[in-house]
């Protein structure tokens, strides 16, 4: 895969996770994709939730590791790379 596709699936993926992330007032945004990972920016209640954490490792990260080939790891970043 290309690096336009690999993103273009990682967007795909974002617009899946979207609406889970949305019934608790949260949602996220994708900042980049660097060397295998994906950098995504948190917004709404996912800012400061004692659970972010747990969602990006056990959540967003799992799907981008099964959908995505080429992805090897999500981080959260607090401002654009």
Request: with cysteine.
């Amino acid at each position: 895969m290309t690096q336009e596709e690999i993103i273009k699936q990682v967007k795909k993926v974002i617009k899946k996770l979207r609406p889970y992330l949305n019934q608790d007032g949260g949602d996220l945004d994708y900042v980049d994709f660097r060397d295998g990972i994906v950098y995504i920016k948190l917004l709404g209640a996912c800012i400061g939730c004692s659970s972010s954490d747990d969602t990006i490792k056990n959540s967003i990260e799992v799907m981008m590791l099964e959908e995505v080939p080429g992805v090897i790891g999500v981080e959260k970043v607090e401002e654009e790379l």
